[in-house]
């Protein structure tokens, strides 16, 4: 990405000598002005909430579905033509793509000098999505993540708290072990690809009351709680923070986050949070392995906010050694579709707090012990209370004795046609070939990904 990205830092440091050393010496204000800048931020976020929210979800659903389902026909009819070259060797150098955020950007061999027509790709509720498309490469330099408060050009966190919108890529492989939790400003894009990034070692991702995230082609691993203390939110500001969850990603009162092929496995609390009001999210193409709690949507049944809360987890292969929470769900709205499901050791979804639940077109696969077989759990609620939620499955495939307990209005289907008459997604039989290459992806600029 060459020249504007060097210029491009070096401005950066030149604006933030300007900027951040007064603000050192100004910021560590009292409580109350510390409140008040979340306060502030937070009705911000809201705001955003309130126009990212889709008053009629079904549409959404609707059109992800046509999309999922067009792209799997044309996979397979290419497949269908490519067969006899094929045959007796495995897929290698060519390129497969069967869902449509994949066949939006994959096989193109010039990926990586049009970075940015990823923003394009994104579908279901987090499809407002742009992140940084708007702004300037950053390129990131430096995996040292040494100083919190006065973050170094070419590091990671120098690059998050900017506040004009920035696609983030990296020079080269790296692993950054983050001191503190990477508290991130909207309007971003982290995109490893054509590299391998690791966040690994120390503290995750927070997105907290801020819109317009993507996160693409990482690794995180081995998240641990953040021991708070000041940590630097933006070049103008600065607080302090308790102890972090140890959540791989958290998203906290934020709105339009996509998270695509990242690959997350054992970090301390979930391994993706979403709480607080969060809506128009989207996780796909993802491969999570080797965790209790995997994702949490919605923190409180006490938290009636998180109804706004809209979700699609597509095209994701949850993996070995899962135990629960693929997702666990409040309040609101989850369309759970073509996703691979082939180990849990609890249950895959589960929820309190009545949240609407569309599973549509994935493969589950049951563990062997004969007391596990049930995909969704219900928790503090009776029978007769829970029977009235929507948790509805549509062309999911059951193996191994797997199965979902249905609840909500029976006739849920024949009012809302537009989720279901017709538009099925892709069919939950081709979900091992749409979850493939599920996770960070191994590609090198110059051939397609
Ligand atoms: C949020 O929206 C309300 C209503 O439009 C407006 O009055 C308020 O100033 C906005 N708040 C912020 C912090 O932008
Ligand atoms: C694949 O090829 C077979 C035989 O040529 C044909 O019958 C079938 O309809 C094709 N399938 C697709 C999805 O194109």
Not at 122 to 146: E, I, L, Q
Not at 195 to 215: D, E, L, P, R
Not at 391 to 397: A, I, K, P, T
Request: proline residues 4%; neutral net charge; charged residues 20%.
């Amino acid at each position: 990405m060459g020249e504007p990205v060097s210029k491009l830092v070096c401005v950066f440091l030149c604006a933030f000598t300007i900027v951040v050393v007064p603000t050192l010496i100004t910021a560590q204000g009292s409580g109350s002005a510390e409140e008040e800048y979340w306060r502030i931020r937070a009705e911000e976020a809201w705001n955003h909430t309130l126009k990212a929210y889709e008053a009629n979800p079904h549409t959404v659903i609707g059109a992800f579905n046509k999309q999922a389902s067009d792209a799997v026909k044309e996979f397979l009819s290419e497949k269908n033509s490519t067969r006899r070259e094929l045959r007796g060797k495995k897929w290698g150098g060519g390129c497969l793509a069967t869902n449509p955020i994949d066949r939006c950007w994959r096989c193109q061999p010039n990926w990586a000098d049009n970075r940015k027509r990823l923003a394009d790709c994104v579908v279901g509720f987090g499809r407002g999505t742009t992140g940084g498309k708007n702004g300037a490469f950053y390129v990131v330099t430096d995996s040292s993540d040494d100083s919190i408060l006065a973050p170094k050009p070419g590091t990671l966190r120098h690059a998050v708290i900017q506040k004009e919108p920035l696609w983030i890529i990296f020079e080269r492989d790296m692993v950054i072990r983050l001191t503190q939790e990477l508290i991130m400003q909207g309007d971003k894009t982290i995109d490893g690809r054509g590299v391998s990034v690791h966040i690994a070692y120390g503290a995750g991702i927070t997105i907290q009351f801020v819109k317009n995230v993507i996160i693409h082609g990482l690794h995180i691993h081995d998240i641990h709680q953040g021991s708070g203390g000041l940590v630097r939110d933006s070049v103008d500001h600065f607080g302090i923070r308790t102890m972090s969850d140890g959540d791989g990603i958290s998203i906290f009162g934020s709105s339009n986050v996509w998270i695509d092929h990242v690959s997350m496995w054992k970090c301390y609390d979930g391994l993706i949070d979403a709480v607080e009001a969060s809506t128009a999210i989207t996780i796909s193409n993802s491969h999570f392995t080797d965790h209790n709690e995997v994702m949490l949507f919605g923190a409180s049944d006490s938290q009636s906010k998180d109804a706004v809360m809209q979700i699609t987890v597509a095209f994701n292969h949850f993996g070995k050694r899962l135990i629960q929470r693929m997702p666990r769900c409040r309040w609101g709205f989850i369309h759970v579709v073509n996703n691979d499901y082939t180990h849990w050791e609890m249950y895959a979804i589960g929820g309190s707090q009545h949240p609407i639940i569309i599973s549509q077109g994935n493969r589950f696969i049951a563990p062997p012990d004969i007391f596990k077989k049930e995909v969704t759990k219900r928790d503090y609620a009776e029978e007769a209370r829970w029977k009235e939620w929507t948790w509805r499955s549509e062309g999911d495939l059951f193996m191994n004795g797997a199965f979902f307990v249905q609840s909500g209005d029976p006739d849920f289907t024949k009012k809302h046609p537009e989720i279901f008459d017709g538009i099925a997604p892709a069919d939950s039989s081709e979900v091992t070939w749409i979850t493939r290459f599920a996770g960070a992806l191994m590609c090198r600029p110059g051939s397609p990904c």
